[in-house]
């Protein structure tokens, strides 16, 4: 009998925003090279540039294959830029695997939203996953069994004060998440969202140091199976699973990665 396994060998993957070492794009990425997939590492701004590099050189460093590209998701332009030198780097014609997990937010009221805000959180969040898979799927290069995860939020769900154009954001990719399911269901295409909860990302614990309180409390509160900040990891784990041949029947899901934080509960 055959080993159960998460095998990905053959298969090359794309995880966006991947470049921050403490973050769940760079767990994604090493866990789904540590199980077979050549990754490309993306990110955007240039001050990510060395952390980028960094999580790639410790893949490799690990025996797993790994590139790294610049470009900015928001953008068809970005999005193909970002297939087209994974598809050399590698050698290959083809993306099994697409993760878009790059996102924007940050904390403030409605009242004062600015047009530049608007803009960038909706671009990155929600324009940024359309993009991505219209540059994989449109042009044919992503085969049958091929699986598009797009990282929500369980914020989604809530309309949360003070995070309100963020959740806005993630409602729409939620939207057009089961949408793009139906679309690709007969090119034997999943496509899936897992949310998380609140995760311990340096970016999370560093707006926790800037604003002198733990901002994610409120939402630690509402879970049911543990009120710690996820790991990184606990994340990866799941990205990889809907990855593999194992679940195959699994697409137009919301999955909540929370310890149970569930709507408005």
């Known amino acids: 009998m055959a080993l159960d396994t998460l095998d990905l060998t053959s298969k090359t993957a794309v995880v966006t925003g991947s470049g921050r070492e403490s973050g769940i794009g760079a767990a994604i990425a090493r866990g789904l090279a540590r199980n077979g997939a050549a990754v490309t590492v993306h990110y955007v701004s240039e001050s990510s540039s060395s952390t980028a590099a960094k999580v790639a050189q410790g893949i490799r460093d690990a025996g797993g294959r790994a590139t790294v590209v610049q470009a900015d998701v928001n953008s068809p332009q970005g999005a193909e830029k970002i297939v087209a030198e994974t598809l050399k780097a590698f050698g290959v014609d083809k993306i099994d695997i697409l993760v878009n997990n790059a996102g924007r937010g940050a904390i403030g ?15 990155v969040n929600t324009f940024g996953p359309l993009y991505m898979s219209q540059a994989v799927v449109g042009s044919g290069r992503m085969p049958q069994g091929g699986r598009i995860v797009n990282i929500g939020s369980v914020v989604s769900k809530m309309g949360m004060n003070g995070l309100a154009i963020y959740s806005a954001s993630k409602a729409a990719q939620d939207s057009f998440t089961e949408a793009l399911a139906e679309e690709l269901g007969g090119r034997g295409i999943t496509v899936n969202i897992v949310a998380p909860g609140p995760v311990g990302t340096g970016i999370v614990l560093e707006m926790n140091e800037k604003l002198g309180a733990d901002f994610t409390a409120p939402l630690r509160a509402k879970a049911r199976g543990s009120d710690r900040l996820a790991d990184p990891e606990d994340i990866s784990e799941v990205v990889v699973w809907l990855a593999t041949e ?3 029947w699994i697409t137009a899901q919301f999955i909540s990665a929370s310890a149970g934080i569930n709507g408005t509960s």
């Open 109 to 123: 009221s409605l009242m004062n939203a600015t047009t530049e805000q608007l803009l960038e959180e909706f671009g």
């Open 246 to 248: 194992r679940a195959r």
